[in-house]
């Protein structure tokens, strides 16, 4: 299948899945959101690959969901459920990569903001770039941290730290993410693909069957109360969005 905004590049076991918007800090819009979900589900019977690593571009992982287009959402004539269904296809987005058998990394350069921060926590492992940083702006602008990523994230930092990382929403480099461990490795800037290739090289030498049953294992235990209660937190969102205090903080974001 062809897409316009993803491509997949496939050597031996590891394949690198890019997504590229062309433009605006490689946001992610309703096209790249469905895109990388079908991406994600055509590796379920890939018996091959064995790795994936999971790339935006050099200038930006990712600056989070397209908020022009978000803004959007509101004027059309979508019903209630169409309305809801395009506010949980970031859910299924990182249900998809998160469920993959294959190990997945997420190799990041210079931003990763808010949906970009969600869909690499569904990753196995993540790479920043060395002067690149970790941003969740979603309370800032008055809505909830979705797409499933505060249960995981929790899970990687702990409740006092996953407080302060939404709640503050403060900015974080590459050292303090590998020391409150959101991220795995630190890559050299613009090279950041080529390390997370190294550790999925080193994932590929050991027995396949072996490495999916443990990450199966893992994912199982970790995640068991995942869905229970973040089950509703695109519901929360579509709510939370049409709060007065949030349309007002969301202008003032967008203005700065």
């Given at each position: 299948?062809t897409?316009?905004n993803v491509?997949?590049?496939?050597?031996?076991?590891i394949?690198?899945?890019?997504?590229?918007?062309?433009g605006?800090?490689?946001?992610?819009?309703?096209?790249?959101i469905?895109?990388?979900?079908d991406?994600a589900?055509?590796?379920?019977?890939?018996?091959?690959t064995?790795?994936?690593?999971?790339?935006?571009?050099k200038?930006?992982?990712?600056?989070g969901?397209?908020?022009?287009?978000?803004?959007e959402?509101?004027?059309g004539e979508?019903?209630d459920?169409?309305?809801?269904q395009?506010y949980?296809r970031?859910?299924?987005l990182?249900e998809?990569?998160?469920?993959?058998?294959q190990v997945?990394?997420?190799?990041?350069?210079?931003?990763?903001?808010g949906?970009?921060?969600?869909i690499?926590?569904?990753c196995?492992?993540?790479?920043?770039?060395?002067?690149?940083?970790?941003?969740?702006?979603?309370?800032k602008?008055?809505?909830n941290?979705q797409?499933?990523?505060l249960?995981?994230?929790?899970?990687l930092?702990g409740?006092?730290?996953?407080?302060?990382?939404?709640?503050?929403?403060?900015?974080m480099?590459?050292?303090q993410?590998?020391d409150w461990g959101?991220?795995?490795?630190?890559?050299?800037?613009g090279a950041?693909?080529d390390?997370?290739v190294?550790?999925?090289?080193?994932?590929?030498e050991?027995?396949a069957?072996?490495?999916?049953m443990?990450k199966?294992?893992?994912n199982a235990?970790a995640?068991?109360?995942h869905?229970?209660?973040?089950f509703?937190?695109?519901?929360q969102?579509?709510l939370s969005s049409n709060f007065?205090?949030?349309?007002?903080?969301?202008?003032?974001f967008?203005?700065?």
């Amino acid at each position: 299948m062809t897409y316009n905004n993803v491509t997949i590049d496939k050597k031996g076991p590891i394949a690198v899945v890019t997504f590229d918007r062309k433009g605006r800090l490689n946001a992610f819009n309703q096209e790249t959101i469905l895109e990388l979900t079908d991406v994600a589900r055509t590796f379920q019977d890939d018996l091959e690959t064995q790795a994936v690593v999971l790339t935006g571009t050099k200038d930006s992982f990712s600056a989070g969901i397209d908020l022009k287009e978000r803004q959007e959402r509101f004027g059309g004539e979508m019903s209630d459920l169409e309305l809801r269904q395009m506010y949980y296809r970031g859910v299924r987005l990182c249900e998809a990569w998160e469920a993959m058998p294959q190990v997945t990394i997420a190799a990041m350069e210079r931003m990763a903001v808010g949906a970009g921060c969600a869909i690499a926590l569904a990753c196995d492992w993540r790479v920043l770039g060395k002067d690149a940083f970790l941003y969740v702006p979603e309370v800032k602008i008055g809505i909830n941290l979705q797409w499933g990523a505060l249960p995981r994230l929790i899970t990687l930092v702990g409740p006092a730290r996953a407080k302060r990382i939404c709640i503050l929403c403060e900015r974080m480099g590459a050292e303090q993410a590998l020391d409150w461990g959101l991220i795995d490795e630190i890559g050299t800037d613009g090279a950041v693909v080529d390390k997370a290739v190294e550790l999925a090289t080193r994932a590929c030498e050991v027995p396949a069957p072996a490495m999916r049953m443990v990450k199966e294992a893992v994912n199982a235990t970790a995640t068991a109360l995942h869905k229970a209660t973040s089950f509703a937190d695109a519901d929360q969102s579509q709510l939370s969005s049409n709060f007065r205090t949030a349309q007002s903080a969301s202008d003032d974001f967008n203005k700065g």
